[in-house]
């Protein structure tokens, strides 16, 4: 499994559920473990651009569940977060390494039931991609 995207994870679901700083929450983490330079450059990627994507990427999200998000453990949303936003807004990463290592990460950090569930959202989301395509001036209406 993937040392730092279980970091990313971690942090981002600190912020969530105990209101931590991002910036603060990411600096204690990249001071404690050992990462090289390249993957202190891509834990600061996955938690600074999930974070600003936020409202974005819960969009995303909803559109491939059946449940509001709120019914969603907070565990699983995290996860969820980073891999959506590797798949649509990181070039470099294959979608098949983000799902592969956000399903590995789950069973870790959420556990086996919730793996399967973060399985089948992250692979709706690849083979659907325009599923979750924001509405277009045409499509106002569907915003309100």
Not at 36 to 62: H, M, N, P, Q
Not at 107 to 120: A, H, L, M
């Given at each position: 499994?993937?040392?730092?995207?279980?970091?990313?994870?971690?942090?981002?679901?600190?912020?969530?559920?105990?209101?931590?700083?991002?910036?603060?929450?990411?600096?204690?983490?990249?001071?404690?473990?050992?990462?090289?330079?390249?993957?202190?450059?891509?834990?600061?990627?996955?938690?600074?651009?999930?974070?600003?994507?936020?409202?974005?990427?819960?969009?995303k999200?909803?559109?491939?569940?059946?449940?509001?998000?709120?019914?969603?453990?907070?565990?699983?949303?995290?996860?969820?977060?980073?891999?959506?936003?590797?798949?649509?807004?990181?070039d470099?990463?294959?979608?098949?390494?983000?799902?592969?290592?956000?399903?590995?990460?789950s069973?870790?950090?959420?556990?086996?039931?919730?793996?399967?569930?973060?399985?089948?959202?992250?692979?709706?989301a690849?083979?659907?991609?325009?599923?979750?395509?924001?509405?277009?001036?045409d499509?106002?209406?569907?915003?309100?």
């Amino acid at each position: 499994m993937d040392e730092i995207r279980l970091a990313a994870t971690k942090i981002l679901y600190s912020v969530v559920t105990n209101g931590a700083w991002a910036n603060v929450e990411l600096a204690q983490v990249l001071r404690q473990e050992k990462f090289d330079d390249r993957d202190r450059r891509f834990c600061t990627e996955l938690v600074y651009g999930t974070t600003k994507a936020g409202a974005s990427l819960d969009w995303k999200i909803s559109k491939y569940i059946n449940r509001p998000l709120s019914k969603v453990d907070d565990k699983v949303l995290a996860v969820l977060r980073v891999a959506m936003y590797q798949i649509f807004f990181l070039d470099r990463v294959p979608n098949s390494a983000a799902v592969n290592e956000s399903v590995e990460l789950s069973k870790k950090f959420c556990g086996i039931g919730e793996s399967k569930f973060v399985n089948g959202v992250l692979r709706s989301a690849i083979r659907a991609p325009h599923k979750s395509d924001f509405p277009t001036d045409d499509d106002v209406e569907s915003l309100a």
